[in-house]
């Protein structure tokens, strides 16, 4: 049996005692790889179906509530991140995060925007996939937003609440509305 059938199997499982069903939603499961030893949570998603495909490595924790939606880029999860509970990652552009990166909760990582012509209505405009690329044991805290075609470098710490529309340079600190550098790590 197949990793993904095992999981599967696994995350429709009923307790038999107190009768609580939990299951995660998997849709595109042939665009979907799981690496070795990945934990996906109760009522965490990846949507896989509209996307060259969602790549969790090793080790990759999705918490409950969080959501993967591959899109027309697709997403690349490393060894051993953790996406906590209420999280988004969008990757219409596509979407690529390095090793032992922590996503606190209800953090959106949208790579794509809207355009807004004028005299256009706003339903009808275009969106544009730009890539997203966070490095190495980065720190993204809770309710933070990381745009479109923005980088994050290694070892980076992005502030709870922070909307990072420029690119992070590594081991940088930053915090507020737009994102500024703080202080650095090192």
């Given at each position: ?51 060259p495909g969602v790549r969790l490595g ?13 899109g027309a880029g ?113």
């Open positions: 049996m197949s990793l993904l059938r095992r999981l599967l199997f696994v995350l429709r499982e009923r307790r038999a005692g107190n009768r609580v069903s939990f299951a995660a939603y998997l849709k595109g499961c042939e665009r979907i790889h799981l690496g070795r030893g990945c934990k996906i949570h109760a009522d965490a998603s990846i949507d896989a179906s509209r996307s090793d080790k990759v924790i999705l918490n409950r509530y969080a959501y993967i939606q591959g697709g997403v690349i999860l490393g060894d051993r991140v953790e996406v906590n509970n209420f999280s988004i990652i969008n990757g219409t552009g596509g979407v690529v995060i390095g090793d032992d990166t922590l996503i606190g909760p209800g953090v959106r990582i949208i790579s794509y925007q809207h355009r807004y012509a004028k005299e256009t209505k706003i339903r009808a405009q275009p969106v544009e996939g730009k890539p997203i690329h966070v490095g190495q044991d980065v720190w993204i805290g809770a309710n933070a937003v990381i745009l479109a075609g923005v980088s994050i470098g290694d070892g980076a710490v992005v502030a709870a609440g922070a909307v990072v529309r420029e690119s992070v340079p590594p081991y940088a600190v930053v915090a507020g509305v737009p994102a500024k550098i703080k202080k650095n790590r090192r």
